[in-house]
């Protein structure tokens, strides 16, 4: 209640445990990619399992659509409320900035002891803190900010968010939604139209801010469609058939192509934009349709999802420190599945170590902040898959993770 004894017109929005699940998913492809990349170039493995991991890197798409979707659904259910902008604002600000500049903190001070380790940044890093990451490397086609540049995903995000919020807020649902469908056909336009004019630019077509906003736009897209005639049960059929379409159209496509590379010409084109509509439906099957909820609401998976962001950030680094660092190689010897595995093991040891670390003393404080800008719910949450008795209780944020 408020002071003056009138109940808060602002409710707790309904929490999906199933989505974490999909978020735990997400990082975990991606985190796998990278172990199977470091074991293929530090210890010379190279079989099927070891292919086949290197599509984790479609993580990332994963982490889009969800972004997308979480993101609009906040963003469209508070344009009734005040304080729109400060509060999607500042609660983006306090998930977000304190982990991503704490590391940038720290490389700036450590940067002559990464020089050491030959994980040093290129490229100037004051486009990091004004998140250009994927900017600069789309421009010059080169990896250039070494240890970070996975960053390029984080920049991404954060210029969704810079532009977003005010589509949502000015136009009607049905408006934002055709907006969705154009930014979906404009960006796969762009990645073929990059290609053929600059076949030499793979990267850009891969971080480019306009060449990746497909993912977040069908996420966006799928959150509008829940807030129409028949919620988001009316998708549950859609999202079989579709997801079955992309399902057998991406497998088709990457056994064409015969890599896992994402820079490859075809899957950076038309496998974009299969990826967005597989796990598109792969979302609304997750929140809706029971056997797959139940998968994604196992702990284990749940438990990766809340500590994915941390996990994003922090892996890379310690990967690349544990694994290609000299002095580690001088300490572990000769390469042999022994060392590698023993090797592995320690990175992720270290990495889930950090990250929990990095959540519990420094990220986790400034969260308790974000009770001061609060969300508004939406009325009638449908999120409840269709064999469950009760509609998902309610919970304190709308799931962990960047979103």
């Not at 994980?119 to 250039?144: H, I, K, Q, S």
Request: net charge positive; with cysteine; aromatic share 14%.
């Amino acid at each position: 209640m408020s002071q003056g004894g009138q109940p808060h017109m602002v409710r707790e929005r309904p929490h999906m445990p199933a989505l974490d699940g999909l978020r735990g998913i997400a990082v975990l492809l991606v985190i796998v990619d990278h172990i199977c990349a470091s074991i293929a170039g530090e210890f010379g493995v190279d079989n099927k399992f070891i292919k086949l991991a290197h599509f984790g890197w479609s993580g990332v798409d994963l982490f889009f659509v969800l972004s997308g979707f979480l993101i609009t659904g906040i963003l469209f259910d508070a344009k009734p409320g005040p304080n729109y902008f400060k509060n999607f604002y500042a609660r983006r600000a306090l998930r977000i900035f304190p982990l991503y500049y704490l590391v940038l903190v720290l490389f700036l001070v450590l940067t002559p002891v990464l020089t050491t380790l030959h994980l040093n940044a290129r490229e100037n890093p004051a486009w990091l803190f004004v998140y250009g990451t994927n900017f600069v490397m789309a421009a010059t086609g080169d990896r250039a900010f070494g240890t970070l540049d996975h960053f390029w995903s984080l920049a991404v995000e954060e210029h969704f968010y810079l532009v977003w919020p005010a589509i949502v807020f000015f136009f009607r649902r049905r408006t934002v939604m055709a907006i969705a469908v154009g930014a979906m056909a404009l960006a796969f336009a762009a990645r073929v139209a990059a290609l053929d004019f600059a076949p030499a630019h793979y990267l850009a077509v891969y971080v480019a801010t306009p060449m990746r906003m497909d993912s977040l736009a069908a996420g966006a897209f799928i959150a509008l469609a829940a807030r129409g005639p028949g919620g988001i049960g009316a998708l549950v059929k859609p999202a079989f058939a579709i997801g079955g379409v992309a399902l057998v159209l991406f497998t088709g496509l990457a056994i064409a192509r015969d890599t896992p590379n994402a820079l490859d010409p075809g899957l950076s084109t038309f496998g974009y934009s299969i990826l967005w509509a597989l796990y598109g439906s792969v979302l609304v099957l997750s929140l809706k349709w029971q056997p797959l909820n139940t998968v994604m609401n196992t702990p284990v998976l749940r438990w990766f999802g809340k500590y994915s962001y941390g996990m994003y950030v922090w892996h890379p680094i310690v990967f690349l420190i544990v694994m290609h660092a000299d002095f580690v190689r001088a300490l572990r010897g000769p390469a042999t599945p022994l060392t590698a595995t023993v090797t592995v093991v320690v990175a992720v040891v270290l990495m889930l170590a950090v990250t929990l670390a990095s959540w519990h003393l420094w990220e986790k404080q400034f969260l308790k902040l974000k009770a001061r800008f609060p969300e508004r719910a939406p009325p009638l949450p449908d999120y409840a898959p269709e064999a469950a008795s009760q509609v998902l209780p309610p919970g304190s944020i709308a799931a962990p993770g960047t979103e």
